[in-house]
């Protein structure tokens, strides 16, 4: 209420004076706290009577000097609070691109009691208005609890989930797609989430390839987490290496082992004298699978089947290459899955392998001698390159700051399990401050939304 004027030995029927502001103690003058003062002590004397202007006034310097006074009270507060409640429902579901994200959520917050402890020159004036100000700091917090949390939800842990990546690329040959097939399901004590797992070449990224798997059935309950690999995971990715055409070895020279050279020449002599001219020629083998490999996985282990063309040419210098002979291989490899890091990798090993001849019975028994020098020659020179390629692995889809510890790998019929424990490597605050959506205002408003970064490390 503003100060209205008043004559001398008038009574202040406004409930206000003008008054010229008191002298104020040192520090910055507090006019708008001064008009508050005159405005809510002037009227009245002790036994609630108006006053006359002049004692009004002297009454009114006095308290509003007191006032400005106090107005620089320094103190604390300390609140507690009982019987906080909090009850949220996530709803989860995928998104266009097959990602996981949280759709929606429900909330209900309440605070039963909340207890504040004062400190400072005024604590007494403090502590009998604690009923109300005490009402009201719980009134707004149990206001805030729900936005805050859907904007926890809605918006920062869906750009943690934003850095799972959907479709990547595994090496220059073939990518993965990891996409969700269907919406998450829920149950008291699990969340199933059903990703594609599908590889394919690079050259052919909308393939598809139709899944005859077996269904995995996951009943382990000792890790945290557990993912399961069916067969199909493991063909789709041999099938795609094989479109992309890179399951082929050629050993031409000096890289083809001189025992084997030796035998070589000494098993398709007659051939090579026939040949004058290029009996000096140096050797070639070309290794080549005939057909997509085939996974199979039981409890006792994994395999791998493999069909395949061993071709045996001399290649004379400046001369069209003259093919000695042309045999099938069938081979069966042993396969040891882990985990390391985020990474599955595949270790392996040649088990079983057998070579017959393409024309004839008899040449099979002529070559029956190369069996056990072209077996060395896969364990020490083929199995070794498949296996740097197989070193870098395919990384199995995780937030980032969250990675696999104590792994274990369970084998079943027709499918394997991947059991292990979360560890956060990174602070959950630390990823959603990186990935923290920043606030910008375009330059003409659209009720479209922007369009989302593309990461160069996925599709």
């Known amino acids: 209420m ?86 949220t429902v996530l709803q989860l579901a995928k998104d266009e691109a097959g990602r996981l994200k949280i759709s929606n959520i429900t909330c209900n917050a309440s605070i039963a009691r909340m207890h504040a402890g004062f400190s400072g020159t005024l604590r007494k004036v403090y502590e009998f208005l604690s009923t109300f100000i005490v009402t009201g700091m719980r009134f707004l917090l149990s206001q805030q609890i729900c936005p805050s949390l859907e904007h926890a939800s809605l918006v920062l842990l869906n750009s943690v989930l934003d850095t799972v990546p959907v479709r990547n690329y595994v090496d220059e040959h073939i990518g993965i797609d990891y996409s969700l097939l269907r919406d998450p399901t829920v149950s008291t004590d699990t969340l199933d989430l059903d990703f594609k797992g599908m590889f394919f070449p690079r050259a052919r990224e909308n ?25 199909y995971f493991f063909d789709s990715a041999m099938l795609a290496y094989f479109q992309a055409g890179v399951l082929t070895i050629e050993l031409q020279g000096e890289k083809v082992p001189k025992d084997l050279e030796v035998l070589l020449r000494a098993t398709f002599f007659g051939t090579i004298f026939m040949l004058s001219p290029a009996v000096d020629a140096p050797l070639r083998l070309v290794l080549q699978v005939s057909a997509p490999p085939r996974c199979i996985i039981k409890p006792s282990g994994t395999s791998v089947s493999v069909s395949a063309f061993l071709n045996i040419s001399l290649v004379p210098p400046g001369r069209p290459a003259v093919q000695l002979s042309s045999m099938a291989m069938e081979t069966k490899l042993s396969a040891k899955v882990f ?26 028994l002529a070559l029956f001698s190369l069996q056990a020098p072209l077996k060395t020659l ?30 274990v790998v369970t084998n079943h019929a027709g499918f394997l399990t991947v059991g292990a424990d979360l560890h956060f490597s990174k602070g959950l605050r630390e990823v959603i401050e990186k990935y923290r959506p920043v606030p910008t205002t375009p330059a003409y408003p659209s009720s479209q939304p922007a369009e989302p970064s593309v990461d160069p490390h996925q599709l």
Not at 207 to 231: C, D, G, W
Not at 339 to 347: E, F, N, T, W, Y
Request: hydrophobic residues 40%.
């Open 207 to 231: 393939q598809e390839l139709e899944n005859h798997a077996v269904e995995p059935v996951i009943k382990e309950t000792e890790r945290m987490v557990y993912v399961a690999f069916s067969e």
């Open 378 to 407: 896969l364990q020490l020179t083929i199995m070794p390159l498949i296996n740097e390629r197989t070193k870098k692995g395919v990384q199995i889809p995780l937030p980032e700051g969250m990675d696999f510890t104590k792994e």
């Open 2 to 87: 503003p100060p209205s004027a008043c004559a001398s030995g008038d009574s202040c029927s406004t409930g206000s004076c003008e008054l010229p502001p008191p002298s104020a103690p040192p520090g910055p003058s507090l006019p708008h706290r001064w008009a508050t003062a005159t405005a809510w002590l002037c009227p009245l004397d002790a036994m609630g009577a108006l006053l006359p202007c002049p004692a009004a006034r002297r009454s009114c310097a006095l308290l509003s000097s007191a006032f400005v006074a106090s107005s620089y009270d320094i103190g604390s507060i300390n609140a507690s609070a009982d019987g906080v409640h909090i009850h």
């Open 339 to 364: 985990l390391q890091g985020k990474a599955l990798r595949v270790q392996l090993d040649l088990r079983r392998f057998r070579i017959y001849s393409k024309q004839s019975a008899l040449e099979s």
